[in-house]
């Protein structure tokens, strides 16, 4: 199953700057080429991901990415459907019926015969979840996903989810400028879910200029952005942040992070709840 993967690494590579940053497809092969080198074994994308007038950039970019590369299997890939670019809208779209085409449709961007996780990219207010969630197991069913997750849900959502069929992962928001979904975290450690944390390094509004996590960095050698890594992965061992990235570079630094200290961890958990 895919929360007990042998394969699987501490960080995972999101995908998302590869379709929304202004960068060229060589560039972004070689950053999923670069996550790979350096033992990254999961790569997370959508069929959202992607740029206007195009299907699915960033599950190509994957796709064609991983073709290239021999040892492809070792790589765990997740992808979400439910949710598709419209110009400047995202729309959300969660039938059974869309479901469907979304995965045939990442399949044939992927290059795969099945989907290591399938992932519900979000709950569609018009759509019952238990709807939303069958579709999913029939996908399942049909052999063409191996494992389903569930993305930007709360508690309540994931248990009604886990009454329709088996659930793997769930992937939300968390770093340190947004603790929100620490609950969730702990209800998935309960339950053995695999928490996919994205945007663990806050997204491109958030500061990182906190003088008592530059402390902790500057006595550990880390940079700061490691740091905010490091909290992320304290969280517990079932906690994989998923790092964007659009630079070999970024995702290389990234996956030398490793869990902070208990103390440092402390240290900064004080700091921020006493602001």
């Given at each position: 199953?895919?929360?007990?993967?042998?394969?699987?690494?501490?960080?995972?590579?999101?995908?998302?700057?590869?379709?929304?940053?202004?960068?060229?497809?060589?560039?972004?092969?070689?950053?999923?080429?670069?996550?790979?080198?350096?033992?990254?074994?999961?790569?997370?994308?959508?069929?959202?991901?992607?740029?206007?007038?195009?299907?699915?950039?960033?599950?190509?970019?994957?796709?064609?990415?991983?073709?290239?590369?021999?040892?492809?299997?070792?790589?765990?890939?997740?992808?979400?459907?439910?949710?598709?670019?419209?110009?400047?809208?995202?729309?959300?779209?969660?039938?059974?019926?869309?479901?469907?085409?979304?995965?045939?449709?990442?399949?044939?961007n992927l290059g795969v015969d099945r989907i290591d996780l399938y992932q519900l990219h979000h709950v569609d207010p018009r759509v019952p979840?238990?709807?939303?969630?069958?579709?999913?197991?029939?996908?399942?069913?049909?052999?063409?996903?191996?494992?389903?997750?569930?993305?930007?849900?709360?508690?309540?959502?994931?248990?009604?989810?886990?009454?329709?069929?088996?659930?793997?992962?769930?992937?939300?928001?968390?770093?340190?400028?947004?603790?929100?979904?620490?609950?969730?975290?702990?209800?998935?450690?309960?339950?053995?879910?695999?928490?996919?944390?994205?945007l663990p390094l806050g997204g491109p509004a958030a500061r990182r200029d906190d003088p008592v996590v530059a402390g902790v960095a500057a006595?550990?050698?880390?940079?700061?952005?490691?740091?905010?890594?490091?909290?992320?992965?304290?969280?517990?061992?079932?906690?994989?942040?998923?790092?964007?990235?659009?630079?070999?570079?970024?995702?290389?630094?990234?996956?030398?992070?490793?869990?902070?200290?208990?103390?440092?961890?402390?240290?900064?958990?004080?700091?921020?709840?006493?602001?």
């Amino acid at each position: 199953m895919f929360r007990r993967s042998r394969h699987m690494s501490r960080i995972g590579l999101g995908t998302a700057q590869l379709a929304f940053k202004d960068i060229t497809a060589e560039q972004a092969i070689a950053t999923v080429h670069a996550a790979l080198d350096s033992g990254v074994r999961l790569i997370d994308t959508a069929l959202a991901y992607t740029r206007e007038g195009v299907e699915s950039y960033a599950e190509q970019i994957v796709g064609r990415a991983l073709a290239q590369r021999p040892g492809r299997r070792e790589a765990l890939v997740a992808t979400k459907g439910g949710h598709y670019r419209d110009g400047d809208d995202f729309p959300v779209d969660a039938s059974p019926e869309a479901l469907r085409a979304n995965c045939d449709t990442s399949l044939r961007n992927l290059g795969v015969d099945r989907i290591d996780l399938y992932q519900l990219h979000h709950v569609d207010p018009r759509v019952p979840l238990a709807e939303s969630v069958g579709a999913l197991k029939e996908l399942q069913a049909a052999g063409k996903v191996a494992a389903i997750g569930l993305s930007n849900v709360s508690v309540a959502q994931i248990e009604q989810a886990r009454a329709e069929a088996a659930i793997a992962a769930v992937q939300n928001r968390l770093s340190l400028a947004d603790r929100a979904d620490l609950p969730t975290v702990a209800y998935c450690a309960a339950t053995g879910l695999r928490y996919l944390a994205c945007l663990p390094l806050g997204g491109p509004a958030a500061r990182r200029d906190d003088p008592v996590v530059a402390g902790v960095a500057a006595r550990l050698g880390l940079s700061v952005p490691q740091v905010w890594l490091a909290w992320v992965l304290a969280q517990g061992a079932h906690v994989t942040p998923l790092v964007g990235a659009s630079r070999p570079e970024t995702i290389r630094q990234s996956a030398h992070s490793g869990p902070l200290a208990m103390g440092d961890l402390a240290l900064i958990d004080q700091q921020l709840t006493h602001k």
